[in-house]
């Protein structure tokens, strides 16, 4: 059976301070309550050892958000995938649009990090996702399909094992429009077929997809009664323990 997952991603958000609040809050709201899924919080680099460590005895995983394409170096101002481990972080995020738009992260580049990520036993969460245009020109599976084959489809069945994909139409993060839970279901179903393909039916189906894109509390419920949506990787609704707490109640 494959994992439910609810991922937050801050993103470039909260101070150390703030961010220390945030996991605190979350943390005592689920012992209070206990989730029915896997929920992570993904954290800038300075919030992670931090926030493990309080998070060590409690149900939430840590995640990076980010990971360098290189093992160790001179690479100023770069946190590798072994540091991130250090930590006592279980996931990196990778793939993220905004890292592929605004910091020119290729596929070759990402594959490199997804490897790196998983030498280094972390777990990956794979984002890919079309842009507005992509979509009107009704391009969506080929560019999946282009991402998974550019970055990840090289690993072996084994690796696979570690990696969780986000589907993140880019026109819906941030952006307040969603897709459609069918629209999504639609492309996620699709993911699991490409995933088939080369890794065969039984490891698509255990493959966890998570949707991405404007996911709250109200759409939540929907989104994930879908047979091949398995959660959320969630950005703005992460920021407030009860907004977040409110999609992780989704699977309730
Ligand atoms: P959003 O971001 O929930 O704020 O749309 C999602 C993401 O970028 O992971």
Not at 56 to 76: H, L, M, P, Q
Not at 98 to 121: Q, S
Not at 214 to 232: H, M, Q, R, T, Y
């Amino acid at each position: 059976m494959r994992k439910k997952i609810v991922a937050g991603n801050w993103k470039m958000n909260k101070t150390l301070q703030e961010g220390v609040a945030l996991a605190t809050e979350l943390k005592n709201m689920l012992a209070a309550e206990k989730p029915n899924c896997e929920v992570i919080i993904g954290t800038p680099f300075i919030h992670l050892a931090t926030v493990s460590e309080l998070l060590k005895d409690s149900v939430i995983k840590v995640s990076a958000e980010n990971c360098a394409n290189k093992e160790s170096g001179a690479y100023t101002g770069e946190v590798s995938a072994a540091m991130v481990k250090s930590t006592g972080a279980e996931y990196v995020i990778l793939g993220h649009s905004e890292r592929r738009e605004y910091y020119n992260e290729t596929p070759e580049i990402l594959k490199d990090k997804v490897d790196l990520a998983l030498a280094n036993g972390l777990k990956v969460i794979f984002c890919i996702g079309e842009s507005l245009a992509q979509r009107e020109a009704n391009e969506q599976e080929a560019v999946c399909k282009a991402e998974l084959q550019g970055s990840v489809f090289h690993l072996s069945a084994e690796q696979w094992k570690n990696i969780v994909i986000a589907y993140e139409p880019i026109w819906a993060i941030g952006t307040g429009k969603t897709a459609t839970a069918e629209q999504a279901e639609e492309i996620h179903a699709y993911i699991r077929k490409c995933v088939a393909e080369v890794y065969g039916a039984q490891a698509a189906d255990d493959t966890t997809i998570l949707y991405g894109g404007s996911c709250k509390a109200s759409n939540a419920p929907e989104l994930f009664g879908k047979p091949d949506i398995d959660g959320g990787l969630i950005g703005g609704a992460s920021l407030k323990a009860p907004d977040f707490k409110g999609i992780i109640d989704a699977w309730k």
